[in-house]
């Protein structure tokens, strides 16, 4: 039951950051902070669309 929880955490806090990132704009600063800010958002959504698919994993694998 504790998987299936935290699998359903998963894929709504992982979804809700994928979903958000398509309506926010990547930075538009010049030079290496500008770089630095577009690598951490990407690197956000990359990591959230692991935590969805991990959730939906353990989301409907449960505790078998």
Known sequence: MRNRIFG?????WGGGIVVSSFFREMPVAD????????????TAII????????GVYY???GDK
């Open 47 to 54: 990591l959230a669309a692991v935590m969805f698919i991990a």
């Open 8 to 12: 359903i955490i998963g894929i709504l």
């Open 31 to 42: 030079g290496a902070y500008g770089e630095g800010q577009v690598v951490g958002q990407v």
């Open 59 to 61: 989301a409907f694998k």
